[in-house]
């Protein structure tokens, strides 16, 4: 995964929010900004984050790029061009948070209709639609009625469908909401294998263990603001304080040696506080050294949880 270093490098601008408002008003008069002074640049090969607390403008920010509302202020750019236009001349891989299909249509013969929607070449539908299919796991409810699918079957029917064209910006809205623990596994599997050089892949999730596996860097939004904008990867010169337990399958004795102010969680699991990954790796290899055995090291939080912690507050 690229480290924030590879981002300050000269790469292809895909995406560009520059100075985007958004400001709603009802018929009464009143109004709500829901998006304000909102600046970003996402870059071609790259997999962005969007993280948030509800109402915080992630919904409102992926409308404006889809072209499906215009900014109050500012301007949203795809390859240099106002995102409508680009939209309506290549189109972009989408899947919405919430999936409204006819209800009534069977799940082959949505992925079809939408194929045919998205312009795709009679001759070539059977192929996608069949490579969906396979991809999603959906083989075996094909013939079945969208409302006779399961939530999670429902969900990788969106997500099939969003797929279809093999465009080079995919939006995912939530992608793994809905899907049991086998199926967010392959998701992240998907999303490997949907990653190139060519191809830049925007997802919006609550879960932050979700993107800080799949994401290169995440934007944290919260009151219609950028907030911060953070690498998912540990930063070997940042110094942070940064809580880690540690699971001991021998040496128990000789942890405060190495860690003199561990906290024993119980069945050889202790807690520690260091100032920075080389403080920690420093004190393991003396642990070690000294015969203990260190079945595992997990951070307490981490990287993006710790931030967007900071960032919206804890009472979020």
């Known amino acids: 995964m690229p480290s924030a270093a590879d981002f300050n490098r000269a790469s292809s601008l895909v995406i560009e929010f520059r100075n985007v408002g958004k400001t709603y ?37 992926i409308a404006m790029m889809l072209g499906y509302l215009r900014p109050t202020t500012g ?46 070449p ?27 699918l ?3 079957n429902l969900q990788r029917l969106g997500l099939a469908q969003a797929l279809l064209r093999d465009e080079q910006i995919l939006v995912l809205d939530e992608p793994t909401h809905g899907l049991d623990p086998v199926w967010t596994q392959r998701f992240r599997d998907i999303v490997a294998d949907l990653r190139r050089p060519d191809r830049t892949i925007l997802i919006a999730s609550h879960n932050l263990d979700e993107l800080q596996r ?12 950028l907030q911060r904008l953070v690498s998912t990867g540990y930063e070997q010169s940042a110094p942070a304080v940064t809580r880690f337990r540690l699971t001991l399958a021998a040496g128990y004795d000789r942890i405060r040696e190495s860690f003199p102010h561990a906290e024993d969680a119980g069945r050889g699991e202790y807690d520690v506080t260091v100032r920075s990954i080389q403080e920690l790796n420093t004190a393991l290899t003396d642990l070690i050294s000294r015969g203990a055995l ?23």
């Open 150 to 152: 399961s939530k999670g």
């Open 214 to 225: 799949l994401a290169d860097r995440v934007a944290i939004i919260d009151h219609g603001r």
């Open 25 to 61: 008003r009802s018929l009464l008069g009143n109004s709500v900004k829901a998006v304000e002074e909102f600046s970003l640049q996402v870059i071609e090969g790259e997999i962005l984050g969007i993280a948030g607390p509800n109402g915080a403008g992630k919904t409102t920010l």
């Open 75 to 120: 301007t949203v750019e795809i390859n240099g061009l106002p995102a409508r236009t680009y939209v309506e001349r290549n189109g972009i891989g989408y899947l919405s948070e919430l999936i409204a299909i006819h209800p009534k249509w069977r799940a082959e013969t949505a992925l079809v209709r939408y194929a045919t929607l998205a312009g795709i």
């Open 294 to 316: 260190v079945a595992s090291v997990v951070p307490e939080r981490s990287v993006l949880e710790q931030q967007f912690r900071e960032a919206v507050g804890e009472s979020q």
């Open 122 to 148: 009679n001759a070539e539908i059977p192929r996608r639609v069949n490579e969906v299919i396979d991809r999603l796991g959906l083989a075996e409810h094909r013939d079945k009625k969208v409302k006779a």
